[in-house]
């Protein structure tokens, strides 16, 4: 087949899934992200969804082993990694058998020959050869030697041994699907440059294999047509592809540079919110100081240090980390200095599903203390708002004086998109409560009459000393007090400090319809999900359906009950046991909420969303 008649075979899509999956040292999520990368910087809009083993190493070729990375791109608007694939490529046989579910009949497969052996078929639990008993003739499979190709390519390179030959071979795979997609092989021929430019033996070998299966697609006619996705019609602006937790990192950089504090980091490291840490402690030309503490305990404390000496102070962790931060937090709420918790939620309970998604933190961020110790909770719901809501949980501590606790997941957090870059001078002021000078009838826990925050007086401050420490406070000194009723006064100020937030944050806005037969309710990362389901119902004629989706979770929004009450019936959607319907009902007990739950790890599918909302509406 000559290339110009190649060209008349090709395609236009305007949207397609594709799913890269292997064993965790196949090299899948490198795999993913440059594919994502490269389709971001052509125009595409992106969405992602990396899925990899807890085990830091599974065994070779076993099911729990598997790595994924899923890829939408597309001319359209992209809000989620998609349901159903449209191209799969399994680098061996575990890959392919947990991952078949997910591919529309009639569409393609691609798969590495050489590594369906008889002991991986073994390890996958397959009693035949699925590629030869007819188990997937309703596909369009590829099968290709890669791993032979691989070795062939780069017979002529010196310095590499097997090992490090045979994992090259996602390149090969990454090179076919480049030119099925016409996507440039130059971005990553670049970040070969770029990460291994003391060792060009692997830059050379990268290349060449990379090479090897972009041209091995075109001239031997292995796929039947090429493929092209347009550019999507975004808002004109300067854009790069981000992941969450380094969305959240440069909120904090931003809301650092724009309060004129100094940024601590303390924090131990756990799955998945490590990555903050990593990308923090990169940009201490910024004032960033960091500390990798020996425990989460250690890690929320220090940074209430920071925050008493006058620092923009946060500490990042997941659920269990932030179960054994409660005390702190709650010594922070008694001192009332600003302090960001960062909460990006995993499955549980106790170690759980370590690499997997949940919502299932809510009620701990919300509860999770001892006595009445009110804080902030606020939650992210897309790798690029990871920026925003890291940004107003920082504005929000240090103007009202109060820990705040922000909210991301596993999904969005190791998730990526396009992030239109928004310079520090464009985002709002951020004022801190900090005082520099007073009378001697200056009291620490003197109170601005509208917001209710205290003073922030920074230590060694001529006139400002003052007491600190877990012990309730005296209403007007900041003394130690053992009053009753100055503890009754205490307990409701800090209450009411937190509702008055609601003067502060934006009201409620739903999308679709404003009012009508169903408002969907979601929270957090799962707006992207809801958002395209939603749509869809739209589209397919229902025209009474709205989305509602909470950013601010305490306090709620001033209009959250007008909101609600403009539909008829109202759903709940959630990744944990109905956590925030629970919350809505404490609030709100004369609305009914129906539920729709799921904690397998997952995020919601675009079906099973729409089957759910055509059964309420029936």
């Known amino acids: 087949m000559s290339i110009a ?118 390890k996958a639990h397959y009693e035949s050869n699925p590629l030869e008993d007819g188990s997937l003739d ?78 091995y697609s075109e001239t031997l006619e292995l796929i039947p047509n090429a493929y092209t996705v347009a550019p999507a019609k975004m808002p004109s602006g300067t854009y790069r592809i981000i992941m969450g937790n380094t969305a959240t990192a440069w909120g904090f950089l931003a809301a650092a540079e724009k309060s004129g504090l100094e940024l601590f980091l303390g924090s131990y490291p ?55 931060k409660g005390e702190a937090l709650g010594l922070a709420v008694m001192l009332e200095l600003p302090l960001v918790v960062v909460d990006v939620q995993r499955g549980g309970p106790s170690t759980g599903l370590p690499t997997k998604t949940e919502q299932s933190d809510l009620l701990q961020a919300m509860f999770g203390r001892n006595g009445e110790s009110p804080v902030i909770v606020i939650a992210a719901s897309t790798p690029a708002n990871c920026y925003d809501y890291a940004y107003a949980a920082s504005k929000l501590a240090l103007e009202h004086m109060t820990p705040v606790i922000l ?92 509702k008055r937030v609601q003067n502060e944050i934006p009201e409620l806005q739903p999308r679709f319809a404003q009012k009508g037969d169903l408002l969907v309710v979601g929270w957090g990362g799962t707006f992207g999900t809801l958002y395209a389901a939603v749509k869809e119902m739209k589209q397919q004629g229902f025209e009474g359906i709205g989305l509602a989706h909470f950013n601010y979770i305490n306090p709620l929004p001033k209009n959250t009950a007008e909101v609600l009450r403009n539909f008829k019936k109202i759903v709940v959607c959630e990744l944990n046991s109905g956590q925030f319907a629970s919350l809505l009902r404490m609030n709100f007990e004369n609305i009914p909420f129906f539920q729709f739950n799921k904690v397998q790890g997952l995020p919601f599918g675009n079906v099973e969303l729409t089957e759910k909302f055509k059964e309420l509406l029936a």
């Open 5 to 122: 008649k190649i060209e008349k075979s090709e395609k236009a899509l305007e949207a397609v899934v594709v799913r890269f999956a292997g064993d965790s040292g196949d090299g899948m999520q490198l795999t993913g992200s440059q594919f994502s990368d490269t389709s971001a910087m052509f125009g595409n809009d992106v969405a992602t969804f990396p899925n990899y083993p807890s085990e830091i190493r599974a065994p070779q070729g076993s099911l729990y082993g598997v790595s994924g990375f899923q890829v939408h791109i597309g001319s359209v608007e992209i809000s989620t990694p998609g349901d159903n694939v449209d191209l799969l490529v399994a680098m061996n046989p575990a890959g392919l058998k947990t991952n078949l579910h997910a591919v529309k009949p009639g569409y393609g497969i691609i798969v590495d020959t050489d590594s369906f052996t008889k002991k991986n078929l073994e």
């Open 138 to 215: 309703e596909y369009q499979v590829i099968e290709v030697s890669m791993t032979s190709l691989t070795k062939e390519a780069l017979k002529d390179v010196a310095g590499l041994d097997n090992k490090t030959i045979t994992r090259t071979k996602n390149m090969f795979a990454l090179g076919m699907v480049y030119w099925m997609y016409h996507r440039s092989r130059q971005h990553t021929i670049d970040f070969f440059r770029t990460k291994f430019k003391s060792r060009p033996e692997l830059i050379e070998a990268n290349t060449k294999v990379l090479n090897a299966g972009y041209y």
């Open 270 to 324: 756990i799955t998945p919110a490590s990555e903050i840490l990593h990308e923090l402690v990169k940009h201490k030309h910024f004032g960033v100081k960091a500390l990798q503490a020996e425990d989460e305990i250690a890690g929320i404390s220090s940074a209430i240090g920071a925050a008493f000496a006058g620092d923009l102070a946060i500490t990042t962790t997941s659920g269990p980390g932030l179960a054994l």
């Open 407 to 498: 909210l991301t997941d596993g999904y969005i957090a190791n998730g990526s998109a396009p992030w239109k870059i928004q310079p520090v001078a464009e985002m709002p002021d951020i004022t801190p409560r900090i005082i520099y000078g007073a009378d001697s009838q200056w009291r620490s826990y003197n109170r601005d009459k509208d917001t209710l925050a205290r003073d922030w007086a920074i230590p060694g401050t001529k006139g400002l000393e003052h007491r600190v420490g877990g012990l309730e406070k005296d209403q007007t000194t900041g003394e130690v007090s053992y009053d009753p009723e100055n503890h009754q006064y205490m307990t409701d100020i800090r209450a009411e400090k937190i």
